[in-house]
């Protein structure tokens, strides 16, 4: 069974600052990965997306690493903003089902 | 394109009554998930359709939730009778071939009182 975690639970860092979130997952047989943006109260919205053959992705100040052999994935933020305030949550697609980890919740301080 | 389509955004139901979410995928979507998300924790997957087939609904608690796709397109999550831990936010999903990624809809938040 896909068992995914995300450290740290929470993040607090002053403006400016880079991001490093971390995601783990304990089956390496993945399709692949995303990294979501949850708001407080909405959905997700999809920030990147990594397919099982390639090691990274980036759009913008975003770029997300792959690891599959050791099961790990990430996501890194740079010169963080208070607009990045959110929980970001990684999602492995194993199987063509969709895994969760819990969530970082990230504070971005002015 | 436009994006998943979920409504209502809130409800607020008294325990022991029922509750209806809808739910509109990307057009051309096979695949529909509907998952549950209760607070401080990630989404639980809850049931997956493939057109109007239920592919996985493992962790649906069946004596209360009921899903259904009609005609391979929208959807209806549903729950009778409601109880306090119900309460959540729950979202719906859909991706072409799971390939290409999935799209999240803005989600039905649910307060069970």
């Known amino acids: 069974k896909q068992e995914v975690t995300q450290i740290p639970a929470a993040l607090s860092v002053p403006e400016g600052e880079n991001l490093v979130l971390n995601c783990s997952f304990t089956d390496s047989a993945i399709y692949n990965l995303q990294w979501f943006r949850q708001d407080p109260g909405k959905g997700l919205t999809s920030l990147l997306l990594?397919?099982?053959?390639?090691r990274e992705q980036t759009s913008g100040r975003l770029n997300a690493s792959l690891d599959k052999s050791s099961g790990r994935s990430t996501l890194y933020i740079a010169a963080s903003q208070p607009g990045d305030s959110a929980t970001y949550l990684c999602a492995v697609d194993t199987w063509g089902k969709l895994q969760f980890g819990a969530g970082t919740q990230v504070v971005v301080t002015p | 394109e436009a994006g998943v389509a979920q409504s209502p955004r809130y409800k607020i139901i008294e325990k022991r009554q029922s509750v209806a979410f809808w739910c509109n995928p990307i057009s051309g979507h096979a695949t529909l998930y509907w998952y549950q998300q209760i607070l401080g924790q990630g989404p639980k997957l809850l049931i997956q359709f493939q057109n109007n087939g239920v592919v996985d609904d493992s962790q649906l608690p069946k004596d209360r939730f009921s899903a259904e796709r009609l005609k391979g397109v929208d959807s209806t999550l549903k729950i009778q009778p409601a109880k306090l831990e119900d309460s959540a936010v729950y979202l719906c999903?859909?991706?072409?071939?799971?390939?290409?990624?999935?799209?999240f809809g803005s989600g039905t938040r649910l307060t069970v009182v």
């Open positions: 999903a859909s991706s072409l071939t799971g390939v290409e990624g999935y799209t």
């Open positions: 990594i397919q099982s053959s390639q």
